[in-house]
């Protein structure tokens, strides 16, 4: 009966050392209780293309190999602590939902040590094609090169050819390009197009008069029902009743404020006249900077929707082997990031859902401001807010 009993102890012992021996090295056992994942941390400071610009609000993760993710973010200056499981392992870096913007990047974590990064492996790339058109007041490509990030001209003919604009992911229409001297009778196709490319995932940047190219008209708009745009008069009114001087704002948006590093400004609007928002849709548009009487200056939407729009590959989405998903952290707090297709069903097993967390899968962003940087140079704290949008369309 003794030998028994010892060959039975003999094999738990043995199934218990061998359920052990094959474990990821990032996680142990202590006897047979709960595992131990041995953790260490990584630290950095997340920085433009060129190395010149810190860059604040970027996300960055990595994941174990049961697919965990380790999720932080960057602060105003760029720095960054992720604490990630020990061993090799692939770290991304994102802005946005990582669509445009994002570098993966090697590295060593060991166990219970901190490891720093360097400036040049924790650099932000550019993805995306962008497209710009020239303005009379804004430069947005001055502030794109800056990054060391490029973007190509285009013209208002372009932008009525469905096949040129399609080939890109951002577009930033610079304010005064829409004006009275461009052949109108171009203005339906590029209404559009427009909308085609937001409703096929494209994204795009508009700023003060050229608020015309969302609602219609030429220059600016003085009514709320003007003709033309690919934007519904019920969803937004701006109206050519800014006045010069300095206004006071305030950021609304709590991962705005955090990637800047300041939530009040001033801004200088040094030109005779600007669109105030007059009137906007709060279930179409997400208010990123107000002024002091609760007027919006800074909205965005996501919700974009068409009838009659063709389906149409955009940029470079139709080549891409990364995907958009929605994770939820702990806190019940959602990101959107952008992965692997091969880690997709990984992720969706553990939760995660495929598409940006918002729940529009399909359509682009809309940015629009009443302020913009033009030709003499910044107007006040703009361009560090424009650089955020920049890199989050």
Same mark, same amino acid.
């Given at each position: 009966?003794?030998?028994?009993?010892?060959?039975?102890?003999?094999?738990?012992?043995?199934?218990?050392?061998?359920?052990t021996?094959? +474990?990821?090295?990032?996680?142990?056992? +202590?006897?047979?209780?709960?595992?131990?994942?041995?953790?260490?941390?990584?630290?950095?400071?997340?920085?433009?293309?060129?190395?010149?610009?810190?860059?604040?609000?970027? !996300?960055?993760?990595?994941?174990?190999?049961?697919?965990?993710?380790?999720?932080?973010?960057?602060? /105003?200056?760029?720095?960054?602590?992720?604490?990630?499981?020990? #061993?090799?392992?692939?770290?991304?870096?994102?802005?946005?939902?990582?669509?445009?913007f994002?570098?993966?990047?090697?590295?060593?974590? @060991?166990?219970?040590?901190?490891?720093?990064?360097?400036?040049?492996?924790?650099?932000?790339? $550019?993805?995306?094609?962008?497209?710009?058109?020239?303005?009379s007041?804004?430069?947005i +490509?001055?502030?794109?090169? %800056?990054?060391?990030?490029? /973007?190509?001209?285009?013209?208002?003919?372009?932008?009525?050819?469905?096949?040129?604009?399609?080939?890109?992911?951002?577009?930033?229409?610079?304010?005064? !390009?829409r004006?009275?001297y461009?052949?109108? *009778?171009?203005?339906? /196709?590029?209404?559009?197009?427009?909308?085609?490319?937001?409703?096929?995932?494209?994204?795009?940047?508009?700023?003060?008069?050229?608020?015309?190219?969302?609602?219609?008209?030429?220059?600016?708009?003085?009514?709320?029902?003007?003709?033309?745009? &690919?934007?519904?008069? %019920?969803?937004?009114?701006?109206?050519?009743? #800014?006045? $010069?001087?300095?206004?006071?704002?305030?950021?609304?948006?709590?991962?705005?404020?955090?990637?800047? #590093? &300041?939530?009040?400004?001033?801004?200088?609007?040094?030109?005779?006249?600007?669109?105030?928002?007059?009137?906007?849709?709060?279930?179409?548009? +997400?208010?990123?900077? @107000?002024?002091?009487?609760? *007027?919006?200056?800074?909205?965005?939407?996501?919700h974009?929707?068409?009838?009659? =729009?063709?389906?149409?590959?955009?940029?470079?989405?139709?080549?891409s082997?990364?995907?958009?998903?929605?994770?939820?952290?702990?806190?019940n707090?959602?990101?959107?990031?952008?992965?692997?297709?091969?880690?997709?069903?990984?992720?969706?097993?553990?939760?995660?859902?495929? #598409?940006?967390? !918002?729940?529009?899968?399909?359509?682009?962003?809309?940015?629009?401001?009443?302020?913009?940087?033009?030709? !003499?140079?910044?107007?006040?704290? =703009?361009?560090?807010?424009? $650089?955020?949008?920049?890199?989050?369309?």
């Amino acid at each position: 009966m003794r030998k028994h009993y010892f060959f039975i102890l003999l094999c738990v012992f043995t199934l218990l050392t061998n359920c052990t021996g094959g +474990e990821d090295p990032a996680i142990v056992s +202590e006897n047979i209780g709960p595992a131990v994942v041995k953790t260490g941390k990584l630290t950095g400071t997340v920085m433009s293309q060129n190395g010149t610009k810190p860059i604040g609000g970027a !996300s960055v993760f990595t994941f174990d190999d049961k697919y965990k993710i380790y999720y932080t973010t960057s602060d /105003a200056d760029g720095n960054f602590t992720l604490e990630a499981p020990v #061993g090799n392992r692939t770290i991304h870096i994102q802005t946005g939902n990582g669509s445009n913007f994002r570098s993966e990047i090697s590295a060593t974590v @060991k166990d219970k040590e901190t490891v720093g990064l360097t400036t040049t492996q924790t650099k932000l790339n $550019q993805v995306a094609k962008i497209a710009y058109v020239k303005g009379s007041y804004d430069k947005i +490509e001055d502030i794109i090169q %800056t990054l060391g990030y490029t /973007a190509t001209a285009i013209t208002n003919n372009d932008l009525a050819n469905l096949t040129t604009i399609s080939q890109y992911d951002i577009i930033f229409l610079n304010c005064g !390009s829409r004006n009275y001297y461009v052949n109108q *009778s171009l203005y339906p /196709a590029i209404d559009a197009n427009l909308a085609t490319f937001v409703a096929n995932g494209g994204s795009i940047y508009a700023s003060d008069w050229d608020v015309a190219y969302l609602v219609g008209g030429t220059d600016n708009t003085s009514n709320c029902s003007p003709a033309g745009g &690919f934007v519904p008069d %019920t969803k937004l009114c701006s109206m050519n009743q #800014g006045s $010069q001087g300095i206004v006071p704002a305030v950021v609304t948006n709590t991962a705005l404020s955090s990637a800047l #590093g &300041f939530t009040s400004f001033n801004i200088d609007f040094d030109l005779g006249a600007w669109q105030r928002i007059t009137n906007y849709d709060p279930n179409y548009w +997400e208010v990123l900077v @107000k002024d002091t009487s609760n *007027s919006a200056l800074m909205i965005r939407t996501n919700h974009f929707t068409t009838t009659g =729009a063709t389906t149409t590959p955009i940029g470079n989405a139709p080549t891409s082997t990364f995907v958009t998903v929605c994770i939820t952290l702990p806190g019940n707090i959602q990101v959107s990031i952008s992965v692997p297709q091969v880690l997709v069903p990984y992720l969706v097993a553990l939760g995660a859902t495929v #598409g940006p967390c !918002s729940g529009s899968s399909n359509s682009g962003y809309i940015y629009y401001t009443s302020f913009h940087n033009h030709a !003499s140079g910044n107007i006040g704290n =703009a361009g560090v807010i424009l $650089q955020y949008v920049i890199l989050n369309l």
